[in-house]
């Protein structure tokens, strides 16, 4: 046993999702939050400026000493998670992987479609380890910038949301994806939005809960779970806590208490 928090961090609050997951999945375990939303995007910058923020933001969470670190950002998974883990000493859940997992689950499914910021589909890791991991699969792989800020100004169900959907799936639905990840934190917010373009016949996979059971199974299999049932969940954002709030009860489902962090 191991009371110790887990932490979690992300460009932003687009994180919460996975923390929700996790809530769901581990409601034992305390939870760390860090959204660094002083500075996101990350995803429209370099590889190197991603990889400098994210060992920042690691190391805040470390100093308040959590057990294991979930690379809640899909950006920074793509493109740091070996210097993030390498930095960690303690253990280190991506979201990558998890997520590809579980879409690759159901065998009928031949046909993949990715979207994610740019820096993410740049790297191409989806659609390497999704070559790697199903065999014979196509993926067809999108970097969808717009949908980022869509969600950040609360336009998720507004018909400039429907517009922008249609416009960057397109080719895919005509295609005939017969799954599409959701490879960025802020997506699981456009998903009525995205089901409603594609229709019934295409899964939707989102990074939340395939993460929260991979930690689980991190946890369990190095002893690390917690066993304190009244478990607690602390947010920090590296800008003004305020502005995040209401995209947070979006993404979580509540409204949470944050606090400033300096990064
Ligand atoms: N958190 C990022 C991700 O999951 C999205 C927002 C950003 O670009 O920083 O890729």
Same mark, same amino acid.
């Given at each position: 046993?191991?009371?110790?928090?887990?932490?979690?961090?992300?460009?932003?609050?687009?994180?919460?999702?996975?923390?929700?997951?996790?809530?769901?999945?581990?409601?034992?375990?305390?939870?760390?939050? !860090?959204?660094?939303?002083?500075?996101?995007?990350?995803?429209?910058?370099?590889?190197?400026?991603?990889?400098?923020?994210?060992?920042?933001?690691?190391?805040?969470?470390?100093?308040?000493?959590?057990?294991?670190?979930?690379?809640?950002?899909?950006?920074?998974?793509?493109?740091?998670?070996?210097?993030?883990?390498?930095?960690?000493?303690?253990?280190?859940?991506?979201?990558?992987?998890?997520?590809?997992?579980?879409?690759?689950?159901?065998?009928?499914?031949?046909? !993949?479609?990715?979207?994610?910021?740019?820096?993410?589909?740049?790297?191409?890791?989806?659609?390497?380890?999704?070559?790697?991991?199903?065999?014979?699969?196509?993926?067809?792989?999108?970097?969808?910038?717009?949908?980022?800020?869509?969600?950040?100004?609360?336009?998720?169900?507004?018909?400039?949301?429907?517009?922008?959907?249609?416009?960057?799936?397109?080719?895919?639905?005509?295609?005939?994806?017969?799954?599409? !990840?959701?490879?960025?934190?802020?997506?699981?917010?456009?998903?009525?939005?995205?089901?409603?373009?594609?229709?019934?016949?295409?899964?939707?996979?989102?990074?939340?809960?395939?993460?929260?059971?991979?930690?689980?199974?991190?946890?369990?299999?190095?002893?690390?779970?917690?066993?304190?049932?009244?478990?607690?969940?602390?947010?920090?954002?590296?800008?003004?806590?305020?502005?995040?709030?209401?995209?947070?009860?979006?993404?979580?489902?509540?409204?949470?208490?944050?606090?400033?962090?300096?990064?």
């Amino acid at each position: 046993m191991d009371n110790r928090a887990v932490g979690v961090f992300d460009s932003g609050v687009g994180g919460l999702t996975v923390v929700k997951a996790l809530r769901e999945v581990l409601p034992y375990e305390d939870i760390v939050y !860090i959204g660094d939303t002083a500075r996101v995007p990350y995803g429209t910058r370099s590889p190197e400026t991603i990889e400098q923020f994210a060992l920042e933001v690691l190391h805040k969470l470390l100093e308040k000493e959590v057990k294991l670190v979930v690379v809640a950002c899909n950006t920074v998974s793509a493109t740091s998670l070996p210097q993030v883990v390498q930095a960690a000493g303690v253990p280190v859940i991506g979201v990558i992987e998890p997520t590809v997992q579980a879409a690759l689950r159901d065998n009928q499914i031949q046909k !993949i479609g990715v979207i994610g910021t740019p820096a993410t589909i740049k790297t191409g890791i989806y659609q390497r380890k999704i070559a790697q991991m199903g065999e014979g699969v196509g993926v067809m792989a999108k970097a969808t910038p717009l949908l980022v800020p869509i969600v950040e100004e609360g336009y998720h169900e507004h018909e400039v949301a429907t517009v922008m959907v249609a416009e960057y799936l397109g080719a895919m639905k005509e295609a005939g994806i017969q799954a599409l !990840i959701l490879g960025c934190t802020h997506y699981p917010a456009l998903k009525t939005a995205i089901a409603a373009f594609l229709g019934d016949g295409v899964r939707i996979i989102d990074s939340a809960e395939p993460t929260a059971v991979a930690v689980k199974e991190r946890l369990e299999k190095q002893g690390l779970l917690s066993d304190t049932p009244q478990a607690t969940q602390i947010y920090f954002t590296s800008d003004s806590p305020e502005q995040s709030m209401r995209l947070a009860e979006v993404l979580l489902g509540e409204t949470v208490k944050m606090e400033k962090i300096e990064v």
